[in-house]
């Protein structure tokens, strides 16, 4: 059993794609943990994005990460760091085949929509950076008989 932390880039609440999304993860039966809307401080998206730093895109990174507010979600449940990656479909664009979030929603690779943790180190130190440990719940699914 994982969590991930998942983002739904800026320009998913204003082309209200938000309500589609959130329904791909949970009719594949990951469960939502924490949920919330947040405008980044740079400060932040600079942690959160540290290890690319050093790439050429790295500034074009952060004020798009940091542009408008995002949906910063905690996702649970049997493989999900894996799961929710594959949902999301791949980093660059011209890859990611319809029927994945990216594949579907996203235009370009520098605008791709969603964030999902790569491992679950990222995801630990993501989840940390975002939430606090209160703000994540754990609560019973009487579905998951049904899921797993
Ligand atoms: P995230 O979930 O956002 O971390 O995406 P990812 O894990 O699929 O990819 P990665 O961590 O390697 O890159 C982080 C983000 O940087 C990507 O989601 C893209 O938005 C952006 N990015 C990655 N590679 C490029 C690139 O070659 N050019 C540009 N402009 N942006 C890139
Ligand atoms: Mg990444």
Redesign the pocket.
């Known amino acids: 059993y994982e969590k991930t932390y998942v983002m739904l880039?800026p320009g998913v609440l204003q082309r209200r794609l938000t309500g589609i999304i959130l329904q791909r993860l949970e009719e594949k039966g990951l469960t939502l943990a924490a949920l919330k809307l947040m405008v980044i401080p740079r400060e932040i998206a600079e942690r959160h994005?540290a290890?690319?730093s050093q790439?050429p895109?790295f500034p074009?990174?952060i004020s798009?990460t940091t542009s408008g507010p995002v949906v910063a979600m905690v996702v649970c449940g049997e493989n999900a760091i894996a799961r929710v990656r594959a949902l999301?479909g791949?980093?660059?664009i011209e890859e990611a085949p319809p029927g994945t979030i990216r594949g579907d929603f996203a235009a370009v690779?520098?605008?791709?929509v969603?964030?999902?943790s790569?491992c679950s180190e990222s995801a630990r130190r993501e989840i940390e950076l975002f939430f606090s440990p209160g703000e994540i719940l754990e609560y019973e699914d009487p579905n998951a008989d049904w899921t797993y």
């Open positions: 880039k994005y290890e690319h790439r895109f074009d990174l798009y999301a791949p980093t660059r690779t520098r605008k791709n969603i964030h999902t790569d």
